[in-house]
């Protein structure tokens, strides 16, 4: 009689055959044979403290490799609690295959303990969500999972494995699919000469580069085009870092809640050259209030449409042939005026003065200040969402891609603990900081103990106000009060001690700077709490309500 395999197995052989590396998840009675079969492959399972942090992980690998990131959970409440990384993982366009259990086939179609259509519940969040109906479906679904999760404009994917399908038998002759890659096109040569007859009557083009510029790795590319023909750059926070804030074209990123220094670069724009821009990192009214900007969208994708976003030419192919082509085509050069000059020497003089800010608490200014002193040009920063994500995205200079990550499709709190995990075992060169306030901590910090175990380092710096800063700062803006924003905290030193990591407390301005030195040199898992004065919200946003251009 012919041996036959188990269908856990044949899932993680196909996992394997995908180049999978790590499975982020907590295991239930549903599918410990799954966890088990794990054991015995090449796979590293990296077991959490909560499936949250685990869909998290799951989307920074995926981010920063490009290879759909893999969480895993039990059925149920497990499965529910993959869905905020899962959701944040789609609106953020990162390749995540989240796999978890079902209750078996021979009771889901009635009223059952644990029963609930997961299908249904992740499809809206999903680019696909499917249930197995059998062991020999399995090659196909998971080969289709990577595919649909990797593939522009990526996205996560949810697979249910019911438990008896996860434990039965599979007929030995069932392999894993080959894996194919849709590679890149060139863009249409008509699309680009429409394009260039746009730049051709242009007056002030400007270029806003996003995070699908970063996925196709055309940072090179970018500065190129830029170089060519004479053209400012401003990015996206989530493109951060494609086109390198210290280059003399560079605008710094937009996505601030008020009329920032960047965004008088677009009022005197009339030309929007948007290369891998996607309309969830920020919102196109921002930029073009009046819709008279003609806008020319380059993406592997067609733009979503909005109002405010009316698309003169789409060039749709891959993100470098298409700057290629498109700066090829164009016969002139721009000359740079003295706006994208003033709004340089403006950060810049921001982030000087933080530097040279000896309050205590630290003005945030003066955090970011210091963060940027202590990180190098490749170290990865992952600011979570809050009053920590407004300081960092707008005033840390970014000069690689990938090097400064935040949450920009759904801005979901917490993600930043679990992601510096996740990125430390995509870049274990690279130094790893989790900047993220203290309420976005505690959401999440359990995956403290998970770093620990897993002897993964990085430093998390929690910035202390007791408070929800940037709920208290917009209520303080809109409403000229605030409530119910407010709450105690640990003893971060001892919490993190109690994990087994390390712990420092900023007592002065100038401990800041040098603990980040030696908690970053040291190699450990650390926490750094530094209270944080964010009086310096409002004086910022007034400080931008006052100022008029055109510069």
């Known amino acids: 009689m012919t041996r036959q395999a188990t269908a856990a197995r044949l899932i993680v052989q196909a996992l394997e055959a995908e180049g999978v590396e790590y499975v982020f998840g907590i295991p239930g009675e549903e599918n410990i044979h799954f966890v088990d079969a794990l054991r015995d492959s090449s796979i590293r399972y990296i077991l959490v403290r909560h499936e949250q942090g685990a869909a998290f992980m799951a989307e920074i690998y995926g981010r920063l490799t490009g290879k759909a990131g893999v969480a895993s959970a039990t059925l149920g409440p497990g499965a529910i609690n993959l869905q905020l990384g899962v959701a944040d993982a789609t609106t953020n366009s990162t390749p995540v295959v989240a796999i978890t259990a079902q209750v078996g086939l021979d009771r889901i179609y009635k009223e059952s303990h644990q029963v609930v259509d997961l299908v249904s519940l992740f499809r809206p969040i999903t680019k696909w969500a499917e249930l197995a109906p059998a062991a020999e479906a399995l090659p196909e679904m998971i080969r289709k999972a990577f595919k649909t999760a990797q593939t522009e404009r990526p996205g996560a994917v949810y697979l249910a494995i019911p438990e008896d399908v996860e434990s ?72 951060k870092g494609v086109f390198p804030d210290d280059h003399r074209h560079a605008l710094g990123a937009v996505g601030f809640m008020r009329h920032d220094y960047v965004n008088f670069g677009f009022d005197e724009a009339d030309v929007l050259i948007s290369v891998g821009y996607e309309l969830q990192e920020f919102d196109p009214i921002k930029i073009n209030p009046l819709r008279d900007k003609k806008i020319i969208h380059i993406h592997g994708f067609p733009a979503e449409v909005d109002d405010h976003y009316p698309v003169a030419v789409g060039v749709q192919g891959d993100i470098s042939r298409s700057l290629h082509a498109l700066g090829d085509a164009v016969h002139r050069r721009f000359e740079m005026n003295g706006t994208g000059e003033k709004i340089r020497r403006m950060l810049r003089e921001e982030l000087e003065q933080g530097r040279s800010e000896d309050g205590f608490p630290l003005s945030p200014r003066r955090v970011v200040a210091d963060v940027r002193e202590a990180m190098g040009r490749e170290d990865i920063v992952l600011a979570d969402t809050g009053a920590v994500k407004m300081w960092m995205a707008r005033m840390y200079p970014t000069y690689e891609p990938n090097t400064m990550l935040v949450s920009n499709g759904l801005s979901s709190m917490g993600f930043s603990v679990p992601g ?115 009086s310096a919200n409002l004086e910022l946003t007034d400080k931008l309500g006052d100022l008029t251009g055109p510069f």
């Open 420 to 534: 510096a995990l996740a990125a430390k075992l995509a870049y274990p060169r690279r130094r790893v900081l989790a900047a993220t306030g203290d309420g976005a901590f505690l959401m999440n910090s359990q995956e403290l103990e998970t770093a620990v175990r897993e002897r993964v380092p990085f430093v998390v710096l929690v910035w202390v106000d007791d408070a929800y800063g940037l709920i208290e700062w917009k209520m303080d803006l809109e409403l000229g009060r605030n409530s119910n924003i407010t709450f105690g905290n640990p003893d971060f030193v001892m919490y993190a001690e109690s994990f087994g990591a390390r712990g420092y407390r900023i007592t002065s301005a100038d401990e800041l700077l040098p603990t980040l030195r030696k908690a970053l040199a040291d190699d450990v898992v650390s926490v750094i709490a530094v209270p944080v004065d964010y």
């Open 168 to 239: 039965a038998r599979a007929p030995s002759d069932l392999r894993p699919l080959p894996v194919n890659v849709v590679r890149p096109h060139d863009p249409s040569p008509s699309q680009i000469a429409r394009a260039a007859d746009v730049l051709a009557t242009a007056r002030r083009p400007i270029v806003l580069a996003g995070h699908g510029a970063t996925r196709a790795g055309a940072s090179q590319a970018l500065v190129r085009f830029s170089e060519r023909l004479g053209l400012p750059v401003a990015t996206t926070f989530n493109g």
